[in-house]
């Protein structure tokens, strides 16, 4: 049975917009002392402003941005709310793009008017065989390669949340030893938002597989106390399914994410979190 205060708990967590799926995680939370964050869309806003737009030799900026726009359309990632944002062309028409597809932790191609469209990070170029220029800027960087021939590419920058920086400090108040970030981005943002967080431990350039794979080593390294993984992305389901506590950002997350975690935040902010902690801490005064 699930002494009473438990309820009390999770009450009054679901008042402050965290919603806790059973009292069983909120004893856990009273042994968690690792938290490992997703950083896009979890530590940072996951809404980009385009700041600069290379074309390579014989391509214009417009013809760059058209090209990336129409590779985006199709994409939900907030790197192509950006680029479409960005975008000032001809309105981009459905019906003129096939083949759409998503390569996870890479990018993205499509097909239109006969040409073949890629939009992503240095992996996918690599992996296309494309004799991309890597670019010289800190920023998530998303070439673009139509034809097999490299278009240029879009720098794009992503803004840490306000409370990302005091909610981490207040964890390590609250008795959490290690604060980890996992991130499919570039090395050179992952470092920049690191160190501007003062989070323990980095693991840039993750495929999703591999972010799974890293959360297990942490949790098998981890096995007297609990570590919760902290995530918004479709992506990120299966981490936040295996981790000891799952924690969902409710508002930007996706179904799959939000099904999947034992906690869900619905400010997407990552000081609820901190408030969880403080209510499983308070809880467990009136428990025992
Ligand atoms: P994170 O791990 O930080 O949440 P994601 O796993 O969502 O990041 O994405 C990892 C990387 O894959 C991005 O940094 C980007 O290089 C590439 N990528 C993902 N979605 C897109 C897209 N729609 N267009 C271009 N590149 C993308
Ligand atoms: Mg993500």
Same mark, same amino acid.
């Given at each position: 049975s699930i002494p009473l205060?438990?309820?009390g708990g999770i009450g009054s967590a679901s008042k402050k917009g965290i919603l806790i799926k059973g009292g069983n995680y909120l004893e856990a939370l009273n042994e968690l002392d690792t938290v490992v964050f997703d950083k896009t869309g979890t530590l940072t806003e996951g809404v980009f402003d385009?700041?600069? =737009?290379?074309?390579?030799?014989?391509?214009?900026e417009e013809e760059l941005l058209e090209a990336a726009a129409v590779v985006e359309y199709n994409s939900n990632h907030p790197i192509?709310?950006?680029?479409?944002?960005?975008?000032q062309g001809p309105a981009i028409e459905q019906k003129t793009i096939s083949d759409y597809q998503?390569?996870?932790?890479?990018?993205?191609?499509?097909?239109?008017?006969?040409?073949e469209i890629l939009a992503g990070n240095?992996?996918?170029m690599e992996a296309n065989g494309i004799n991309y220029q890597a670019a010289d800027e800190v920023g998530t960087i998303i070439y673009i390669a139509v034809d097999g021939n490299y278009a240029g590419y879009i720098a794009i920058d992503d803004k840490i949340k306000s409370d990302s920086k005091s909610a981490l400090q207040n964890l390590k108040d609250l008795g959490i030893e290690r604060v980890v970030m996992l991130t499919g981005d570039n090395e050179q943002v992952a470092q920049r938002v690191a160190e501007e967080l003062g =989070? +323990?431990?980095?693991?840039?350039?993750l495929l999703p597989d591999e972010?799974? +794979?890293?959360?297990?080593?942490?949790?098998?390294?981890?096995?007297?106390?609990?570590?919760?993984?902290v995530g918004d992305g479709i992506n990120d389901a299966p981490v936040l399914a295996r981790s000891d506590i799952g924690v969902a950002m409710g508002g930007l997350g996706s179904d799959a994410a939000i099904e999947a975690a034992?906690?869900?935040?619905?400010?997407?902010?990552?000081?609820?979190?901190?408030?969880?902690?403080k209510v499983a801490h308070f809880t467990r005064k009136i428990v025992w």
């Open positions: 205060g438990f309820f385009v700041q600069t =737009v290379v074309p390579a030799t014989g391509w214009t192509a709310q950006s680029i479409l944002e960005a975008y998503e390569i996870a932790g890479k990018g993205l191609s499509a097909r239109s008017d006969e040409q240095h992996k996918l =989070v +323990d431990n980095y693991y840039a350039g972010k799974v +794979d890293k959360m297990e080593e942490i949790l098998e390294e981890n096995q007297d106390g609990k570590s919760a993984f034992d906690i869900v935040l619905m400010k997407d902010k990552p000081s609820n979190l901190t408030e969880a902690v």
